[in-house]
């Protein structure tokens, strides 16, 4: 049993997550933003918890953090204003991480996206760029941190039913990885308790592996 904190408590995975957690036993507390969340965020099991992670210093959310022993970094704009993307893709993210470090924490799963990396290919004139290149900078800044981090990077997220099943996928394989939002929950709760996915870029899609036996085949 572990004290998980959600970063982005009301996204879409977040709330598939954190029953998951609170089911198996682990405490869970559910960060967000906006407080007419609170209800769906409080339905999940979680302790939920308003506060803008835009806004916030790094010592205010290692204040936040205190106690944890994972964080999930789950969190994101939503695109439309490259601005408010590297605000919180980006800027908020990299705040987190070294926030997670100054309070003690060592787990940390940033959840990202197939194809991440500083080799995006996104063109700076593209919409999508944007999230790219700020998914590629915290997600280095994780990688750099010291801390025991794992990047799960699901392909295009569905709605679909949790199948419990995925493929891992390389990255610029060309195929289109479509993801349940259900299954990338499903992996990110595995990962935190799987000692060999720490350190790792997993990228992968809805599939055929189940993901337990998935996360540990190249571990």
Do not use: C
């Not at 936040?64 to 969190?75: E, F, M, P, R, T």
């Not at 994780?142 to 679909?160: K, M, N, Q, Y």
């Amino acid at each position: 049993m572990s004290n998980v904190t959600i970063i982005g408590g009301h996204g879409k995975v977040a709330l598939l997550l954190a029953p998951l957690l609170t089911e198996r036993g682990d405490t869970v507390t559910s960060v967000f933003r906006n407080p007419d969340h609170t209800s769906d965020v409080a339905a999940t099991g979680a302790d939920a918890v308003v506060a803008d992670v835009e806004r916030l210093s790094r010592d205010e959310l290692a204040e936040l953090l205190q106690g944890a022993d994972a964080v999930v970094w789950s969190a994101g704009a939503g695109g439309g204003n490259a601005a408010r993307t590297f605000a919180v893709d980006r800027d908020a993210a990299v705040r987190t991480i070294d926030a997670a470090k100054q309070a003690g924490v060592r787990r940390f799963v940033m959840v990202s996206y197939v194809g991440a990396g500083q080799d995006h290919g996104v063109p700076q004139d593209n919409p999508f760029y944007a999230y790219a290149q700020a998914k590629a900078d915290a997600d280095d800044h994780l990688r750099a941190s010291g801390l025991d981090w794992t990047i799960v990077a699901p392909g295009a997220l569905t709605l679909e039913e949790p199948t419990g099943r995925i493929d891992l996928v390389t990255k610029g394989d060309g195929g289109a990885h479509e993801t349940s939002r259900a299954n990338v929950a499903r992996v990110v709760a595995a990962a935190l308790t799987e000692p060999a996915t720490v350190g790792r870029m997993i990228e992968f899609s809805d599939g055929d592996t189940p993901i337990e036996e998935a996360l540990t085949a190249h571990g």
